[in-house]
């Protein structure tokens, strides 16, 4: 009985430490807010043509993003090294080309660096590809026995304030295979390359000790979105290298805090020619100031490691916030642009995706493109795509075979590939 008394005083304790963050999913609640216009300089003038745009309102939100959000990427250590590719030109039962390498960030070989899993459809002519971070390994994202196992950070099991790096268990390979529908994406023409995003920072209270960011100077004035940025646009300087990959089409996609990272990396590097953001929600696509869902507070408490310290100072007063979601979205233009949202994923804000997706359409009218085209959100299951597109998906927060059939569809109408 002492023992059980004991235990139950430590939870309480523990929960009574643990901050708890209310989370409003009330429209009704949403409460009048100022959404900041990307087609007004801080000057106050307007922005009323691509030569403005460029030479001033793209740069004044760029440094924006940088001073209060994600922290300005710093130079240097962009001079990778390569291991030579394994090779498997039989791949999937001969349905596809693997390789796979490591990209080293120093010339260490103990020093920071990422391993890269790319597949090709089998032949000779340049494909487009899609690049992204995945969350578990990329031995997780296909049951192919042919991929190198990665090192995973885990919760040490007798001290769960700690963390181990070990080799991960052989019965995860393929567990989050349906988030990457690697045949399909074969199958249309498509090259898929992922990378495991703790290569580049583990994603934990602690881990910029592991961090790339570690490479640099003053690495906590950084911010571990803005080095998973940083590590795409390092594959990016490896894939174009393959002679096997059309440079000019490269697509971005990312999930969740993934889903913000994609798109902070493709407003830095327009290497990066069609993006999708996959229910980034609050501190990605979505408006944090219309106060549904997910909170500042929230993301400032339990993943201050993402954002950089000045973006804590807007902990409680997000209408302070100089900068949202719309004008992150609006760094992408003229390029095509893809947000998703799922309906019962109520933490991200679908309705605020939405918004955010509708009012970027502004900007690419500038370049003489078409936005999503409507104001009223699409019904669930039912995608509008233009040069920007958007759906919301039935279901929880997530990627799905139906997110991806919208995916290839949206590439289809931007790269036509060959024969398709």
């Known amino acids: 009985m002492v023992r059980c008394a004991s235990v139950l005083l430590l939870a309480v304790l523990a929960q009574a430490q643990t901050p708890t963050y209310k989370y409003n999913f009330d429209e009704a609640k949403v409460a009048n807010y100022a959404l900041p216009d990307p087609l007004t300089l801080a000057n106050g003038q307007p922005v009323k043509d691509v030569a403005t745009w460029t030479a001033k309102r793209r740069p004044e939100l760029m440094a924006l993003f940088e001073d209060q959000v994600y922290g300005k990427t710093p130079a240097g250590h962009t001079d990778i090294r390569v291991t030579p590719p394994l090779i498997d030109l039989k791949a999937l039962k001969g349905k596809a080309v693997r390789k796979q390498v490591t990209i080293y960030f120093s010339d260490r070989n103990d020093g920071p660096h990422m391993q890269v899993l790319l597949y090709l459809p089998p032949g000779n002519t340049r494909v487009p590809v899609f690049v992204g971070l995945n969350f578990s390994g990329n031995h997780t994202v296909n049951a192919d026995p042919g991929i190198i196992m990665n090192d995973v950070w885990v919760t040490d099991p007798l001290d769960p304030k700690k963390r181990l790096h070990q080799q991960a268990d052989e019965r995860t390979r393929g567990s989050n295979a349906t988030a990457w529908q690697v045949e399909k994406i074969l199958a249309r023409g498509y090259g898929l390359a992922t990378v495991y995003y703790y290569d580049i920072e583990p994603d934990f209270v602690g881990g910029l000790a592991e961090s790339t960011r570690m490479l640099f100077p003053e690495p906590e004035r950084w911010s571990a979105l803005g080095v998973w940025a940083w590590g795409l646009s390092r594959a990016v300087d490896y894939l174009l290298g393959d002679p096997r990959l059309d440079p000019k089409r490269i697509g971005l996609i990312g999930h969740s805090r993934l889903g913000k990272a994609a798109l902070w990396a493709a407003a830095q590097d327009h290497r990066f020619s069609l993006v999708i953001s996959n229910e980034s929600g609050k501190g990605g696509a979505s408006l944090l100031k219309r106060g549904f869902g997910e909170t500042l507070d929230h993301l400032n408490g339990a993943f201050p490691h993402w954002f950089n ?38 933490g991200s804000d679908p309705k605020g995706e939405f918004l955010s997706a509708v009012n970027v359409g502004r900007v690419y009218s500038l370049f003489g493109r078409k936005g999503l085209g409507v104001t009223q959100m699409p019904l669930v299951d039912q995608a509008v795509m233009h040069d920007v597109g958007y759906h919301v998906r039935s279901g929880k927060h997530d990627v799905l075979e139906f997110d991806w059939d919208q995916y290839l569809a949206f590439a289809d109408l931007h790269w036509h590939p060959t024969g398709k």
């Open 309 to 346: 310290p000045a973006y804590k100072e807007y902990t409680g007063h997000p209408e302070k916030l100089p900068i949202d979601g719309n004008e992150l979205l609006a760094l992408i233009a003229p390029r095509p642009l893809y947000v998703a949202s799922a309906a019962e994923d109520l």
